[in-house]
């Protein structure tokens, strides 16, 4: 991979197209359908509870936990997978492999009914699974499509054609709704069931499309390859990380920030439902709306960012997290809720693309490799989201509150408040001052 191959429109296109191929599995089933369809299978209000596997949980805290088992299990295989992909050249296969799979278990949530939440559960989680392990691959070709100045720009646009696509998926799959005779008309039992086969269709043939369209690789896997080499991949990028000015400190600030940013997003509707018993129809259209101010968000942050630096940029974010956290404690009516996610969107898009462009600049571009650095940028995202997901579900079973639970976070959010001020000013490796 070379300098001229930065900033090629065609390629960035290819990259930003992943987003929109996978952003689908985010939007509509982790925060809109699935949540909603789980409500109606399991009962998610308050006190609801579930068998399985012969423990009975709550519902709604079960969520939670599964959410935490997908990362978990993601985060353990990301770093070994990265630093292979690092020495055999496997990126684009390991990514393609991650997606297949979850868009294959996204379309068999089809089956998912009241008597079979064993099952159903593990094909979320497997279908988690591949969402998040094809992401560390898709973001380690970030720092070598775009240049420096254009990373933030580059970033956000991803994440805006995510957001707009998902969106148009989501409309398209709720128009049975509204439009009489198509398929599930007036039934929402079966429109969200054909959503999911429809998530699962739309992830698969443009992720393809999108990874086509992604740089090769032009290494190839050596004779004496053997698990002790990546290991010893994995060493290496470790020194690399430490190595780099300021990389350390700043994913400190991601972890605490990712904790609290994906356990709202993953909870959201969860909490809408139990806490304040929104309908569904009200559920999903506040996840629209969140989603359409997020397109806005992204972009908006992206410009802070190249203003005030991202650092700046990035502890507004999270002072803004930590007052949506505690304004949850006292959301009592729909229309406070309206609000707050309306927050949340603006705020949403522009922390995800920046964590993201922000790590990107402590990666020269010209180097190769980076699958392993990203894995480990990859561990702390899936680990920050097991931690908060684990922590929201577990203190949410003790007090029965999940206003409690979301008080909770503003703790993550503080903290990552302190370390970007103390990463404010920080040069990167490739001059770009943070």
Same mark, same amino acid.
């Given at each position: 991979?070379?300098?001229? /191959?930065?900033?090629?429109?065609r390629?960035?296109?290819?990259?930003?197209?992943?987003?929109?191929?996978?952003?689908?599995?985010?939007?509509?089933?982790?925060?809109?359908?699935?949540?909603?369809?789980?409500?109606?299978?399991?009962?998610?209000?308050?006190?609801?509870?579930?068998?399985?596997?012969?423990?009975?949980?709550?519902?709604?805290? *079960?969520?939670? %936990?599964?959410?935490?088992?997908?990362?978990?299990?993601?985060?353990?295989?990301?770093?070994?997978?990265?630093?292979?992909?690092?020495?055999?050249?496997?990126?684009?296969?390991?990514? #393609?492999? %991650?997606?297949?799979?979850?868009a294959?278990?996204?379309?068999?949530?089809?089956?998912? $009914?009241?008597?079979?939440?064993?099952?159903?559960?593990?094909?979320?989680?497997?279908?988690?699974?591949?969402?998040?392990?094809?992401?560390?691959?898709?973001?380690?070709?970030?720092?070598?499509?775009?240049?420096?100045n254009?990373? $933030?720009?580059?970033? #956000?646009?991803?994440?805006?054609?995510?957001?707009?696509?998902?969106?148009?998926l989501?409309?398209? !799959?709720?128009?049975?709704?509204?439009?009489?005779?198509?398929?599930? /008309?007036?039934?929402?039992?079966?429109?969200?069931?054909?959503?999911?086969?429809?998530?699962?269709?739309?992830?698969?043939?443009?992720?393809?499309?999108?990874?086509?369209?992604?740089?090769? /690789?032009?290494?190839?896997?050596?004779?004496?390859?053997?698990?002790?080499?990546? @290991?010893?991949?994995?060493?290496?990028?470790?020194?690399?990380i430490?190595? +780099?000015?300021?990389?350390?400190? %700043?994913?400190? =600030?991601?972890?605490?920030?990712?904790?609290?940013?994906?356990?709202?997003?993953?909870?959201?509707?969860?909490? =809408?439902?139990?806490?304040?018993?929104?309908?569904?129809?009200? *559920?999903?259209?506040?996840?629209? +709306?969140?989603?359409?101010?997020?397109?806005?968000?992204?972009?908006?942050?992206?410009?802070?960012?190249?203003?005030?630096?991202?650092?700046?940029?990035?502890?507004?974010?999270?002072?803004?997290?930590?007052?949506?956290? !505690?304004?949850?404690?006292?959301?009592?009516?729909?229309?406070?809720?309206?609000?707050?996610?309306?927050l949340?969107?603006?705020?949403?898009?522009? /922390?995800?693309?920046?964590?993201?462009?922000?790590?990107?600049?402590?990666?020269?571009?010209?180097e +190769?490799?980076?699958?392993?650095l990203?894995?480990?940028?990859?561990?702390?995202?899936?680990?920050?989201?097991?931690?908060?997901?684990?922590? %929201?579900?577990?203190?949410?079973?003790?007090?029965?509150?999940?206003? +409690?639970?979301?008080?909770?976070?503003?703790?993550?959010? @503080?903290l990552?408040?302190?370390?970007?001020?103390? *990463?404010?000013?920080?040069?990167?490796?490739?001059?770009?001052?943070?």
């Amino acid at each position: 991979m070379t300098n001229n /191959s930065l900033d090629q429109p065609r390629t960035i296109f290819s990259w930003c197209l992943y987003d929109w191929a996978n952003s689908v599995f985010s939007l509509v089933i982790t925060s809109t359908l699935f949540p909603v369809y789980y409500g109606l299978m399991t009962g998610s209000g308050q006190g609801s509870e579930v068998d399985f596997f012969g423990f009975r949980v709550l519902s709604s805290a *079960l969520y939670s %936990f599964a959410v935490s088992a997908a990362f978990l299990m993601a985060g353990l295989m990301s770093p070994f997978l990265s630093a292979l992909a690092d020495l055999g050249g496997l990126r684009k296969r390991f990514m #393609a492999g %991650f997606c297949f799979a979850g868009a294959a278990a996204s379309a068999l949530l089809y089956f998912f $009914e009241s008597g079979n939440p064993e099952s159903s559960i593990l094909l979320f989680v497997l279908a988690t699974i591949g969402y998040s392990g094809s992401i560390v691959f898709y973001n380690s070709f970030l720092p070598e499509i775009a240049s420096t100045n254009k990373l $933030e720009t580059v970033s #956000a646009r991803g994440f805006a054609m995510g957001y707009i696509g998902s969106v148009l998926l989501l409309v398209l !799959v709720l128009l049975p709704l509204f439009v009489s005779g198509l398929p599930g /008309s007036g039934d929402f039992s079966a429109v969200c069931r054909n959503g999911f086969v429809y998530t699962g269709l739309w992830w698969m043939v443009f992720g393809w499309i999108s990874i086509r369209g992604l740089p090769r /690789s032009d290494k190839k896997m050596k004779a004496g390859f053997s698990p002790a080499s990546v @290991i010893k991949r994995m060493m290496v990028a470790r020194e690399e990380i430490l190595s +780099i000015h300021g990389l350390a400190l %700043f994913l400190f =600030g991601f972890f605490f920030m990712n904790t609290g940013v994906q356990t709202v997003m993953y909870l959201a509707a969860i909490f =809408g439902d139990a806490e304040l018993h929104l309908s569904s129809e009200k *559920l999903i259209a506040t996840i629209l +709306i969140l989603q359409l101010l997020a397109i806005g968000g992204s972009l908006l942050f992206a410009r802070l960012a190249n203003r005030f630096r991202p650092a700046s940029a990035l502890i507004l974010a999270a002072a803004l997290w930590a007052l949506i956290c !505690v304004l949850a404690f006292f959301v009592r009516s729909d229309f406070q809720f309206y609000g707050l996610a309306s927050l949340v969107g603006l705020v949403m898009g522009g /922390s995800q693309s920046l964590l993201r462009s922000t790590f990107s600049h402590f990666i020269p571009g010209a180097e +190769i490799g980076k699958s392993a650095l990203f894995g480990f940028f990859d561990v702390l995202e899936k680990l920050s989201i097991v931690l908060g997901t684990f922590t %929201f579900g577990l203190i949410h079973q003790a007090t029965g509150s999940m206003r +409690i639970s979301a008080l909770t976070l503003t703790a993550f959010f @503080i903290l990552a408040m302190a370390v970007f001020a103390k *990463l404010r000013g920080t040069q990167s490796k490739g001059g770009f001052r943070v």
